[in-house]
């Protein structure tokens, strides 16, 4: 082995990752990809146990950088959804208005703002065909409605077992199945 200095590396300690539930969040980072019509916000964990929980996790693992952000589409499609998160920020925020256009659409604006989100479990397979359970946001609420807010069931997986990374698609037929292939 190589010789390392570890004189000022901290030993990690116990890893407490949030469970799903709501929280009061606070707005870290706001990125307008106006190409594809959506904000990529980035959230913290504001009070309780999980404070600065995603601040500390994208700081120790810099290429996470998915870990506490969300996409908010503004498609025509995804409005009614666009209009629930920015009644829930301009909500919890005082005079604060955020509404994309006719008061407030400078999207910098948000950025200190604190929300209420509804995270939820979501398994998903990791590139090694492991299937992994991680938070995502279910939607937002204003702070005021925490005592309100339900825990959502998990989003699961349907048991078709993990992608195979080799480009095919599993058709139902195993590897060691000798019988007839179901297409011509």
Same mark, same amino acid.
């Given at each position: 082995?190589?010789?390392?200095?570890?004189?000022?590396?901290?030993?990690?300690?116990?890893?407490?990752?949030?469970?799903?539930?709501?929280?009061?969040?606070?707005?870290?980072?706001?990125?307008?990809?106006?190409?594809?019509?959506?904000?990529?916000?980035? @959230?913290?964990?504001?009070? #309780? $146990?999980? *404070?600065?929980?995603?601040?500390?996790? !994208?700081?120790?693992?810099? %290429?996470?950088e998915w870990a506490g952000v969300y996409v908010k589409s503004y498609k025509s499609t995804a409005l009614p959804m666009f209009k629930r998160f920015c009644t829930a920020v301009s909500r919890s925020n005082g005079n604060y208005v955020f509404d994309g256009?006719?008061?407030?659409?400078?999207?910098?604006?948000?950025?200190?703002?604190?929300?209420?989100?509804?995270?939820?479990?979501?398994? @998903?397979?990791?590139?090694? #065909? $492991?299937? *992994?359970?991680?938070?995502?946001?279910? !939607?937002?609420?204003?702070? %005021?409605?925490?005592?309100?807010?339900?825990?959502?069931?998990?989003?699961?997986?349907?048991?078709?077992?993990?992608?195979?990374?080799?480009?095919?698609?599993?058709?139902?037929?195993?590897?060691?199945?000798?019988?007839?292939?179901?297409?011509?």
């Amino acid at each position: 082995m190589k010789k390392i200095d570890m004189t000022n590396v901290q030993e990690a300690g116990d890893f407490s990752r949030p469970t799903a539930g709501a929280y009061i969040c606070t707005i870290t980072a706001v990125t307008d990809v106006p190409a594809k019509e959506y904000l990529k916000v980035a @959230y913290d964990i504001a009070v #309780g $146990e999980h *404070k600065g929980y995603y601040s500390e996790l !994208r700081a120790a693992h810099p %290429d996470w950088e998915w870990a506490g952000v969300y996409v908010k589409s503004y498609k025509s499609t995804a409005l009614p959804m666009f209009k629930r998160f920015c009644t829930a920020v301009s909500r919890s925020n005082g005079n604060y208005v955020f509404d994309g256009g006719a008061v407030n659409a400078d999207e910098k604006t948000l950025i200190g703002k604190r929300v209420g989100l509804l995270l939820q479990d979501e398994e @998903y397979y990791n590139n090694s #065909g $492991e299937k *992994k359970t991680r938070l995502i946001v279910n !939607r937002e609420f204003p702070i %005021d409605k925490l005592a309100e807010q339900k825990t959502p069931a998990p989003k699961l997986l349907k048991d078709e077992g993990p992608k195979k990374p080799d480009g095919f698609i599993n058709i139902g037929v195993s590897d060691d199945d000798e019988s007839e292939v179901p297409f011509d």
